[in-house]
């Protein structure tokens, strides 16, 4: 099939076809091969009708399928996989309790669930927020006040799916699946909202107010932040949730919530559910799960966390959209939940990962990388390239680099908002940065390192500077 370019003409000579650019991209960007080969993928092509093939490469699996393209897929065991978005799944973490090896499925495990999850997980789920962030607080969240759902970007589109006609703000850089996910929906108009390096990208309340102020009624964003590794504080949350009580919604993405470096690894996780007046009457729809903070990413199992109303249509709309979670994977789950457990479990997963944090940020210095900020959350360092050789000071070319090496990182590239139809890709703000990931376990993060080093030896960057010279 000929591929027909913005501009272009057909071979019979028809009228050109648009392909959603808003111009042409520049020299240097057609010069580049990665570069060319990204826009490409998110253009697509017209192989099949009813098919848009640009959803079909997005994010993090366009980054797995250039690896595959280098081997990953046939020996994944001999990559460093500093792309993922998961952290370690083993057993090995001291302090840390034992995942199930097992599941006992009874009779009512075969049944279908309840599109809302069973009670007895609500129940458990709103019995963690109330003991660790409700205590002595007369308002208290019931099972009726939570709904499980499977896997996090589930219950971000059952969110998307109740909400009314509005403006939807959400920050970048920020998890690449927001804008795949907003982009499904028609009943409310998406507004990306940049954040300053010069400020470490941290959120304001002034911010807020400003976006509130131009109409914006709905603000979703993850705290701890990805990809930055950056948290709003408690004080700084609850100020920016008095900002926006009885005048905007706000859908708070706390699924790394549990890696929290700012408390000295008490276990301490800081969440909106801390600051909430009224959990039925404020505007704030939490999200978490198993996911990230117990590192079992396999479980699908999550949850949204938030005023009974909105809760009971995020619930019912799981009906025509998911069919609702696993039943024996939450009845398994129930028994994780128990306060004093979690609060141990959040003191072992702190320690770990803020060892590994400090690890990587020693290689990357020593190797002569400027940090910007060293990150106090989550378990990704947003890297800048910046000082590196024009060959490799860009996302998209480190990231084509390190495959030679058998290292996935992912480029910055993806944390912007659509930019390879937007604009320039050499002109986004996050074209000098890749996203690392610290959530491999010790091995793969030396590994990965390594072949960071080796990469810069090829190309001669920091000679004299760091140790890799």
């Known amino acids: 099939m000929t591929s027909i370019r913005a501009g272009e003409q057909k071979p019979d000579g028809a009228s050109s076809v648009s392909t959603g650019r808003t111009h042409e991209p520049s020299e240097k960007e057609k010069n580049s091969d990665i570069h060319t080969k990204f826009r490409e993928a998110h253009e697509g092509h017209k192989a099949h009708a009813g098919l848009d093939p640009s959803r079909a490469s997005t994010g993090v699996v366009w980054t797995s399928e250039r690896a595959y393209e280098h081997g990953f897929l046939d020996h994944p065991e001999e990559w460093a996989n500093l792309g993922q978005g998961a952290p370690e799944v083993e057993d090995d973490i001291k302090g840390s309790f034992p995942r199930p090896t097992h599941i006992d499925i009874n009779m009512t495990g075969r049944e279908y669930g309840p599109t809302a999850g069973i009670k007895s997980m609500r129940e458990a789920v709103a019995n963690l927020y109330n003991a660790h962030h409700r205590k002595g607080k007369d308002s208290q ?5 939570v709904c499980i759902v499977p896997g996090g970007r589930a219950g971000l589109i059952r969110i998307a799916a109740v909400l009314g006609n509005a403006y939807l703000g959400f920050f970048i850089p920020d998890y690449t699946a927001y804008n795949e996910m ?11 909202i940049p954040l300053s390096k010069e400020d470490d990208y941290h959120i304001h309340a002034d911010k807020i107010l400003d976006e509130i102020k131009r109409g914006t009624s709905v603000i979703l964003t993850s705290n701890p932040r990805n990809p930055t590794g950056k948290m709003v504080g408690s004080a700084d949350l609850g100020e920016i949730q008095d900002m926006a009580r009885n005048r905007a919604t706000l859908i708070m993405d706390e699924f790394y919530g549990g890696y929290n ?4 690894c008490d276990g301490t ?3 909106a559910a801390d600051n909430i007046q009224d959990v039925n009457a404020d505007d704030i729809l939490i999200i978490d799960g198993l996911t990230k903070r117990f590192r079992l990413p396999g479980w699908r199992i999550a949850w949204v966390v938030g005023p009974k109303e909105f809760i009971k249509a995020i619930g019912s709309c799981g009906s025509y959209l ?6 024996p994977f939450q009845e398994a789950a129930v028994k994780m939940l128990e306060p004093n457990n979690v609060r141990k479990e959040m ?9 590994k944090r400090d690890y990587v940020v020693k290689r990357l210095r020593d190797m002569g990388f400027t940090l910007d ?10 890297l800048n390239l910046v000082e590196l050789p ?7 070319s480190f990231f084509e680099a390190c495959l030679e090496e058998k290292v996935i990182v992912v480029p910055g590239i993806f944390f912007d908002l659509n930019p390879s139809k937007r604009r320039d890709l050499f002109d986004s703000p996050c074209h000098h940065y890749v996203r690392v990931s610290y959530g491999p376990g010790m091995a793969h993060l030396t590994a990965g390192l390594d072949g960071f080093e080796r990469v810069l030896k090829k190309h001669d960057a920091f000679a004299g500077k760091g140790k890799s010279s």
């Open 182 to 192: 907003l982009s499904l929906f028609r009943s409310f108009s998406a507004i990306p």
């Open 269 to 271: 996780v800081i969440s």
């Open 347 to 355: 003191i072992a997963l702190q320690h770990h990962f803020r060892d």
């Open 141 to 145: 969240y019931s099972w009726e006040n």
């Open 390 to 396: 024009e060959a490799i000071n860009d996302g998209l």
């Open 322 to 327: 998911d069919g609702g979670c696993n039943v």
């Open 373 to 382: 900020y060293v990150p106090d959350s989550t378990f990704y360092l947003w």
């Open 261 to 264: 470096y700012t408390t000295d």
